[in-house]
């Protein structure tokens, strides 16, 4: 009876994601406990709760299995807008205090810091209670095993399974015990990889099968899927782009281009200031929960640089320069690096904290701030009922037209207009700049920096702006200085100058990734082999011989309830297919049949996977295509090397690796092909060249 009561506790609890926001810290701090020694912005906006909060350490783990209590282990991030209702309504009350307090040892736990906490408990939940989000709850036994778990709990329901579960704890232990063991069962077989060692056609594969039934969840009107939340997924169509280029697919082209224009015309675009929202709330991406997060900023600058060059569509290019301000004047310190997030609760006129107070604007100011080009205003921006934001007296910024549209209603022309829209856009920038800003989580990620600058080095391709690729090189430099250790190991976290933190397997996956990257643009051979020393690292301390997988955390690294492996991709491609990715196009550059052995047997593991939700493995896809299609290795050597390269990265042409020297060079792909005097290119399929090019537009046209 004790299990099925928990159980019908796990059912009955209101389950509701996390959103966005950050709240104020106490004016008054009658409280402050071991939070207050971290850096974390999330772990120390909770270092005056009357909670007893402790950080996850060896200490704190060693206390609960020595007085034999029970932990809650709470998990949140800095822009989680229910982590601080939460935190308002249950851990600044005295009294829940006094029962988490009198029982448990408990745990803060910032999610962006411990990506591998987070992944044992979010496993949990969505076992138990058939959900998961933040902020993200869980009592576990004195050992970490968890018996309890969910997200958001009201007041009276939290102190209601406080009081339960340890009524339980204390009369029949072994029961959840008993429980615990099974959880624990299920929590491991969750990220459980299949060796496949059947042959599998990469070539052939039927892809196009994949994606008629992955189109049946297209939102054909608005773009996105058909169902909201709606999150970005930028993976999703940087494959998609190139799936349909590559097969000359202009139905799926035009669904890609309608998503991107449709997320840079909504309200999760901050059409004002640059940059994204996390996502949209509702179907056409009007009304987003308004944190902005570095990930997403850094994936879709990507993703719009890529589909500028497969378009040449300006919206594309526009949304690249203002997002890469936005970044430049809001997440970027002196050092180079980039913060993780804004909030999205900012103090309103009345002093409250309200989500969206900094964005949005009643119809009033608006008119009072555009004078006499109110209408045009209005109707470009759409100050109207489709604009209005729901039960509130606010307008959300969103477009419907096009500008062609807009210049043919008022008979503009497109210097006057565009003219008109940065007066508008400064003056509304002024403005909301009096009012509160969101709070800033400075902390330094470095798998997340990483996603930053490969939107750098895409945009410096897409655009060849100097600035890009300076601040590329400012980032790479920060990484290489602060956050790569002697031993060859990565820091995860940086914050007022302090490294921490033992890097994951999404660092070292993201970082090589990067400097692979930033190799092809600079021709600078340091960074292309920092690359391979962060894969061969990752060999040594996150590979799995026998699964030919990486696990997530390192053996360095203490045990924790389990030890996983991160393949499906989301939000964030899984590390285990970026690495995949990677050794895919190091095996090119080093010519090393192991890395080409295991890239390809990774591929493999996911393929059945990846027929039952090819969206959760778009980045996988994007390898496949490597395999599907004719694969270049353009190698460029001369003193004009990196002009000429400049003017093929103005095509798109995903299906490539760049390499090359300006001098002589004995690199694998570059020795005996430098000719003094001259600029030669020369295009590669499978160990077989083209006769070497000095035009650079026959080497385009000889790959496309």
């Known amino acids: 009876m004790m ?3 928990l159980i019908l506790v796990f059912i009955s609890i209101i389950i509701i994601s996390c959103n966005s926001s950050k709240k104020e810290p106490l004016e008054t701090h009658a409280y402050t406990n071991e939070l207050i020694n971290e850096t974390s912005p999330y772990l120390l906006q909770h270092a005056h709760n009357p909670v ?5 350490n060896e200490k704190t783990l060693a206390k609960a299995k020595a007085e034999k209590k029970l932990m809650v282990i709470s998990i949140g991030y800095a822009a989680c807008h229910w982590c601080h209702v939460m935190e308002r309504e249950s851990f600044e009350d005295s009294t829940v205090a006094a029962v988490m307090n009198d029982n448990f040892i408990s745990v803060k736990v910032d999610r962006e810091e411990r990506p591998d906490i987070d992944q044992i408990y979010i496993n949990a939940v969505q076992l138990m209670t058939g959900s998961a989000g933040w902020p993200l709850n869980v009592i576990t036994l004195p050992d970490g095993r968890p018996v309890f778990g969910g997200t958001y709990f009201t007041k009276q329901e939290w102190t209601n399974a406080l009081e339960q579960i340890q009524e339980a704890y204390n009369t029949n232990p072994e029961r959840l015990k008993e ?37 049946e969840s297209f939102d054909t009107l608005y773009g996105g899927y058909k169902r909201s939340p709606k999150f970005m997924m930028p993976s999703n169509y940087h494959y998609l782009l190139r799936r349909a280029k590559n097969t000359n697919d202009d139905e799926l082209l035009n669904y890609v281009t309608k998503t991107l224009d449709k997320i840079a015309y909504g309200g999760v675009y901050d059409h004002i200031g640059g940059g994204f929202s996390r996502y949209s709330t509702d179907m056409k991406w009007h009304v987003p929960h308004f944190e902005k997060m570095l990930y997403d900023n850094g994936q879709l600058v990507s993703l719009y640089s890529d589909a500028y060059l497969a378009t040449k569509n300006p919206l594309y290019k526009e949304v690249v320069f203002e997002t890469l301000n936005y970044i430049k004047e809001e997440m970027t310190n002196s050092e180079g690096a980039f913060y993780s997030s804004l909030d999205a609760d900012s103090k309103d006129e009345n002093g409250e904290l309200e989500e969206g107070a ?25 100050v109207n009922n489709f604009g209005k934001w729901e039960e509130e007296n606010n307008y959300i910024l969103i477009r419907s037209k096009t500008d062609t549209e807009i210049l043919s209603e008022y008979n503009l022309t497109p210097e006057v207009f565009q003219n008109k829209k940065r007066e508008w856009k400064k003056t509304l920038l002024e403005y909301r700049n009096k009012r509160d800003r969101p709070r800033l989580d400075d902390k330094t990620l470095t798998s997340w920096n990483a996603l930053m600058l490969q939107g750098y080095i895409d945009a410096y391709k897409a655009f060849k702006t100097p600035e890009y690729l300076e601040v590329a090189l400012k980032n790479a430099s920060f990484i290489k200085e602060k956050q790569l250790q002697k031993s060859g190991a990565l820091f995860h976290s940086y914050k007022d100058g302090k490294s921490t933190i033992n890097g994951y397997l999404e660092d070292y996956a993201a970082v090589a990734q990067a400097y ?34 990486f696990y997530f955390t390192s053996t360095e690294d203490a045990a924790l309830v389990t030890r996983n492996f991160e393949y499906r991709d989301n939000v964030i491609p899984a590390s285990n297919s970026i690495m995949a990715k990677n050794l895919f196009k190091l095996s090119h550059y080093y010519d090393s049949p192991r890395y080409k052995d295991v890239n390809r047997q990774m ?16 980045n996988w896809l994007d390898l496949l295509e490597n395999y599907q299609n004719k694969y270049y290795e353009i190698v460029v050597v001369g003193e004009n090397a990196k002009e000429k390269i400049n003017e093929i990265n103005q095509e798109y042409l ?51």
């Not at 615990?180 to 990469?202: F, Q, R």
Request: hydrophobic content about 35%; proline content about 3%.
């Open 516 to 549: 692979i990257s930033l190799y092809e643009i600079t021709l600078d051979e340091e960074w292309l082999q920092i690359a391979k020393q962060l894969v061969d690292y990752s060999f040594e301390y996150f590979f799995d011989e026998e699964k030919s997988m």
């Open 358 to 382: 900094y964005y949005t604007y009643t119809k009033e100011e608006l008119e009072a701030l555009m004078g006499d080009d109110f209408k045009l205003f209005s109707d470009y921006y759409n």
């Open 52 to 56: 007893d909060w402790r950080p996850w």
């Open 654 to 704: 995903p299906n490539k690796l760049v390499a090359g020297s300006i001098e002589a060079s004995n690199g694998y792909l570059l020795e005996g092909r430098h000719i003094e005097g001259e600029t030669y290119i020369y295009v590669c399929v499978n160990n077989t060249c083209k006769l070497p090019m000095k035009e650079t537009e026959k080497a385009i046209q000889s790959i496309k």
């Open 3 to 5: 299990l099925r009561s």
């Open 603 to 618: 591929l493999k593991n996911v393929q059945l996977e990846i027929e039952q939700y090819p969206a959760g493995f778009s």
């Open 179 to 215: 429980y615990a063991s099974k959880l624990e069962e299920g929590i491991k077989s969750m990220d459980l990889i299949t060796v496949n060692n059947e042959n599998v056609d990469l070539q052939n594969y039927p892809t196009k099968d994949l994606i008629a039934t992955w189109s």
